[in-house]
Each structure stands twice: as C-alpha cells, then as structure tokens.
C-alpha cells in the first residue's frame, strides 16, 4: 500500500557510485566485506525516533515547519500512525536498528502510573513492528530532561524526591528496553550539571551521580539484561557545564566509583566537537582505554558553537574516526547511531531519505577508506616503530617497575646518554590518507 509519506521511494538500493539516483546509496552495499565482516554487521546504524518523529522543525526562534499526519491526533492512533511510518522508513532504508527515549513514544501522564501504562502499550506497538520489519532495537534511554522537575537535573537534583523520579523512570525504560530486545542502554546526562556554582554543591552531586550509576548497574543485573550500558558524553547544552563533559572527564568519574568495567562511552560526534575535541580524539581515548561502546554519528556546523545535530557528510573525518574504531576492534554491540535532525527548510519528508542515505554513504566511504588505510599497511608500521625500544631490554625494565629515578639518572650520567630525535612524519602521514581519501 502507498505510503502518505514516503511514498516516492520503494526501497532504498545499493547502486554504486556511478548512480545519479538520489534514493539510492552509492556506498552503503550493506553485503560488502571489509576487514572481515559486512558493512551492515561493522556500521549497525540506527535511524532514532526523537529527531526524525517527535521533533517538528521548530527553534528558539520559531514554529513547527514539518507537516507530518499524526499530528492532531491523540493517544494510540497517533502512536500506531508514528510507529508505522517510522517503521516504514526504517525498512525503505535498510537499517538494521533504531533508537528511542521513553518520552519518544509516550507522553508524560499525571503520574508516573499513568505514564508508564501508555509506555507499556506503546512499547507493544513496537513490538510488533519490530517483529514484523526484522527491525532490532540497538538502544533505549529515558528523556530525563524535558520534565520541569528535571530543570535542576536528575540524579543530581538536590531534591532526593526528584533523584527517586528519575531512579523510576529509568528502571521502567530499562525494562521496556530490555523487553523489545535492546542491546545497549544509554545514559545521557541532560541536566546532570550546572548552570551557577554559587547554587551547587560539586562534591554533594557527584556523590549523588555516583550512586545513581550504581543502582542502575545493580537493576541491569537483577533483571538479566545482557545490553551494555553507555554513557553519552557531552560538556553543555542545555547547561553551563555537564558532568560528563568528554571521555576522560567520564572515564574519570567511572574509576573513582568502580564503574569502569560496567559502563561504556557512547561517543557522539557533535558532543565531542562541543567539547573543543574531535571526534577521532574521542574514539582514540576510548579504545585506548577500553571504553568504546558505541557512536552517535551527527555532526555540528563549524561556523556556530551549538549542538546542531547534521547528519554526517564527511567522509574524511569517518575515515579517521574508522582507524580508531577498527584499531580498537570495532563497534561489539554497539553501532552508529543518527541522532541526527533535518534542517528547519527541509519540509519535505523525503528530506529524511535524502538524510540517511548520505549519511549511510558517508560512513561506508569511512569505513571502507579507513580499512584500506589500515591493510595498505605504512601507517600502522610507522606508528609500531616509533614505540618499537620500548620492546628492548631499557623499555621493558621501565615499564615493569624495575627502575628507580637513581637507577635512570645513573645511566644518563654513566653512560652520557645522549638520545637523538627523529622526525614524526605527520605530513608524510596526512599524504598516506589522501591517497585513500
Ligand atoms: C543530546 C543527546 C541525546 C542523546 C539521547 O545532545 O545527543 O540526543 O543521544 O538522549
Ligand atoms: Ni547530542
Ligand atoms: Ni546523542
């Protein structure tokens, strides 16, 4: 049957990258060996249900641009018309996963009875579109940011009452996550931050935090979700400055409560941007220090500092971010997320077409460059030897433990060591990634 909204487009082929089809992906051959496995089983992407659903065009500025047929529609009708047109371009695409926040699917009820009751049903709604489509659910996570009562953040509210609200709401999301198959569960800190020190008790905070992380492990245990769980790191917006403002900042606060074997980072592009990092920074600290969990794949606009949410449409900045990640073995059992959102004029719903499959394109061009880049080989063998003395007896004895500062100030001055610089070859390395790019 035609669909009201996407109806110019059956599926979405793979055509090459001779094809002028603008509804076709010219990169994404989701059946394509790279580095040992398909572009469909290393990308994993995920079409999320916030930006592409619930959000309408609008900013701070101005109204809803989007016209989309739910709208004016209330309770399950509007759920089932949303969830299957979001189906529907899920299946048209391709993709093998979709994303969504509690709030996505049901609205806030009188009380949290009353919100989780719709949630439940709406949760069944998809269900059966996941079972019909094949469509997997790669996470869920709980909008702990809308709310008023979140305006002073969640579980670092200084409201106990509040913490208990959202320990709530996430136990109920974690469940419905866990029931539809998810694999992952993400935690983003939304309001877990500040927006005036002269109000906020740092330590008192972080402690809340802390526990907050602890019971949501604790529960993830208790009802037997084997999904990882991931923290999206992100430095501010909508506050001054977020606890979990980049992968080491989060790295940091996981070790000092024990967490680091139970939580991993969801590493979204913009987030790290935001945070003056790159994104490949990111992935590089992550994978150096085994917290790699999974990606959010839209970027920011360099002329403006915010979180813009574009999709991705460089191909060079996915092939480094791909080094890492394929450095790091891959995405397990996480994937690339687009928590992406149309611009404002694009009005069309085939603007989410368009979307997604440049974005897919863009990270298949990453991937395929970036795993080309790692076989051709001189990259990966010039970054061995540079560390290659550390393999010899001195390097080795430092690294164990067995030499003191006397021990090495004896052998400077013994020996009048007198080591010798070499040269890094960063533009001899930056040409070896054109020749892929
Ligand atoms: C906001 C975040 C958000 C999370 C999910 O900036 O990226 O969309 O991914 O809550
Ligand atoms: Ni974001
Ligand atoms: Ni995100």
């Given amino acids: 049957m035609p669909s009201p909204l996407f109806d110019r487009v059956d599926r979405v082929p793979y055509a090459g990258p ?23 089983d290393h990308l994993r992407f995920a079409v999320c249900y916030w930006h592409n659903f619930v959000f309408l065009g609008q900013d701070m500025f101005g109204a809803d641009t989007f016209e989309r047929p739910w709208v004016g529609r209330e309770g399950m009708e509007a759920a089932r018309f949303k969830a299957t047109t979001a189906f529907e371009l899920i299946e048209k ?10 709030r996505d699917i049901a609205p806030e009820g009188d009380t949290l009875r009353e919100t989780n009751r719709p949630l439940d049903e709406r949760g069944a709604v998809l269900a059966g579109e996941m ?6 659910l790669l996470w869920g996570t709980a ?9 002073a953040g969640a579980a670092t509210n200084p409201d106990p009452e509040v913490f208990a609200y959202a320990a709530a709401q996430v136990k109920k999301a974690m469940e419905v996550t866990h029931g539809l198959g998810g694999e992952n569960y993400v935690l983003w800190g939304g309001r877990e931050g500040y927006d005036t020190l002269l109000n906020t008790d740092l330590r008192q905070e972080t402690e809340q935090f802390g526990r907050f992380l602890h019971l949501v492990v604790e529960h993830k245990h208790k009802i037997g979700f084997g999904g990882t769980l991931l923290i999206e790191p992100k430095p501010m917006e909508p506050t001054k400055h977020q606890y979990d403002a980049d992968a080491a900042a989060v790295h940091a606060f996981l070790r000092r409560f024990g967490l680091e074997r139970e939580i991993a980072l969801n590493i979204e592009v913009n987030h790290a941007t935001l945070a003056g990092k790159s994104f490949v920074h990111e992935l590089a600290y992550a994978v150096a220090n085994d917290l790699l969990g999974s990606i959010d794949v839209n970027r920011g606009d360099p002329q403006n500092g915010w979180d813009t949410d574009q999709f991705p449409n460089s191909a060079e900045e996915m092939t480094l971010a791909f080094v890492e990640i394929l450095r790091g073995g891959g995405l397990g059992t996480g994937g690339c997320n687009f928590d992406a959102k149309l611009r404002r004029q694009s009005i069309d719903p085939h603007d989410l077409l368009h979307a997604h499959i440049g974005g897919g394109d863009t990270l298949a061009r990453g991937l395929v460059q970036a ?4 076989e051709e080989g001189r990259v990966e063998a010039f970054r061995r030897e540079r560390y290659a003395r ?8 430092i690294l164990a433990g067995r030499k003191s500062l006397d021990d090495l100030s004896a052998l400077v001055l013994d020996t009048d060591l007198e080591p010798q610089p070499v040269s890094g070859r960063q533009e001899m390395l930056e040409n070896l990634v054109n020749r892929v790019c």
């Fill in 131 to 136: 079972q019909r489509t094949g469509v997997k």
């Fill in 93 to 102: 695409l391709g993709a093998p996963y979709f994303t969504f926040h509690d």
């Fill in 143 to 151: 909008n702990l940011f809308s709310h008023p009562r979140y305006a």
């Fill in 371 to 374: 795993a080309a880049l790692l």
């Fill in 390 to 397: 550390w393999e010899e007896s001195l390097g080795r004895e």
């Fill in 18 to 40: 001779g094809s002028e089809d603008p509804f076709a992906y010219r990169h994404y051959d989701p059946d394509r060996q790279v580095a040992g496995k398909s572009l469909r």
